[in-house]
């Protein structure tokens, strides 16, 4: 159901709109010019570890703004994009003035988080397992995809809000730690943001959250979506009853033979419930996280071509109904920007502009004290990202590519 739009309340950063990201790789003469401890009571164990919600926040955030020919005039993208929420989600991690934050014609990056929240739940118990940075160069034309593995270990900077004191610990317990002591979604995104600018350099012109009920909808409105299955796999989440899929915990319930889902090698047509289930697969596969990685930005990508496909990016009318499938479970943050500003100006990136990119070369990267961290080269990569030399860095390291389809 649609939210009402409000733009979001001033912080105390410097303002700043938003950007664009990059996606082939491109020889770099095409570039262009531009612009403490926790003392709360401990989470119940889950059962299902709903990481797909990454997908959602892209995809939904791909469909709204990757553009590959959105037709017609900035009201009628207007119209379609009126009723999404919009709240402060980077804090003091937007780009300054001097980073270009105050206009739309250099590089943008954006924070795209999604969140596991569940009806059962304390408001404020959620974490952020899906983290990924868009980036779009000043020429507007492409788009680059880059997943922060959850379990890095970083510093959590203290955030007065929430009293949270600081603390060194895994990435996806930031949003934690924001969201808690009612700092909500929106606190849980200004201390994510803070961390990845503190831990990478890159800061931002915008921000998106969508929570995993809205993944299933978007892509049920989608109809189904290509996929091309990498590793074969069976779900551990879902089973067949009587041909029908089941969460494994209703399928007990049942009493009845159960047949667990299974994920063969090739490309074809899933539905919401499928597409979400392959995604969200990681104990299983060869690189656990890092394939699940893959997959997701797969996902986020067959969501972009399919929502081109079907016509949403070209009638304002479609492209509404996918947002109203989101509903209240998408929050977004532009800066000074309006949505529909945004989505003009990246009018010409396409999904086939679209570039998966890999952090710590696909596979685990340990530090001195056994737990995950970012390796030398995917500093450098997000270092290229700041300074939006991201194509001559891809181009310099083709083995940063996403090995996905």
């Known amino acids: 159901m649609p939210v009402q739009t409000r733009r979001r309340p001033p912080s105390s950063r410097e303002p700043a709109p938003a950007g664009r990201a990059s996606a082939s790789v491109v020889p770099p003469s095409r570039r262009g010019g531009g612009r403490g401890t926790d003392t709360s009571p401990k989470r119940k164990r889950r059962k299902d570890p709903l990481w797909a919600r990454l997908t959602v926040v892209v995809g939904a955030v791909l469909m709204m703004t990757s553009g590959a020919a959105i037709v017609g005039s900035k009201a009628l993208i207007g119209q379609a994009t009126g009723s999404i929420s919009q709240q402060n989600l980077l804090g003091d991690a937007g780009k300054s003035n001097a980073e270009g934050g105050d206009t739309l014609e250099g590089p943008i990056d954006m924070l795209l988080l999604g969140v596991d929240a569940r009806a059962t739940w304390a408001a404020d118990d959620v974490r952020a397992d899906s983290i990924i940075i868009l980036h779009i160069p000043a020429t507007h034309d492409q788009a680059y995809l880059i997943s922060i593995p959850r379990d890095t270990e970083v510093q959590i900077p203290p955030f007065k809000k929430t009293g949270f004191g600081g603390d060194t610990t895994l990435i996806n317990a930031a949003f934690h730690y924001g969201a808690r002591n009612g700092g909500g979604w929106e606190g849980g995104a200004q201390l994510m943001a803070q961390t990845i600018k503190n831990a990478t350099g890159v800061s931002f012109d915008g921000a998106a959250i969508i929570n995993f009920g809205g993944f299933k909808k978007v892509i049920d409105a989608l109809g189904t979506v290509r996929i091309c299955v990498a590793q074969e796999v069976t779900s551990i989440h879902m089973s067949y009853v009587d041909g029908k899929p089941m969460w494994n915990a209703d399928a007990k319930k049942t009493g009845k033979k159960r047949t667990p889902v299974l994920h063969k090698k090739g490309c074809r047509e899933m539905e919401g419930w499928e597409a979400l289930d392959y995604s969200r697969q990681r104990k299983t596969l060869a690189n656990g996280d890092y ?69 710590n070369n696909g596979t685990f990267h340990v530090n001195e004290h056994g737990r995950e961290s970012l390796s030398p080269l995917t500093m450098d990569m997000f270092k290229a990202v700041k300074e939006d030399k991201l194509a001559e860095f891809v181009f310099a390291n083709p083995g940063v590519l996403s090995t996905r389809k």
């Open 291 to 359: 394939d699940r990685q893959q997959n997701q930005q797969q996902l986020i990508k067959a969501m972009a071509k399919k929502a081109i496909s079907d016509g949403a990016m070209t009638n304002p009318l479609k492209l509404r109904k996918l947002l109203d499938a989101a509903g209240d479970t998408l929050i977004i943050d532009t800066g000074r920007a309006e949505i529909a500003d945004l989505v003009f100006t990246m009018r010409g990136v396409t999904d086939n502009e679209l570039t998966m990119l890999r952090t």
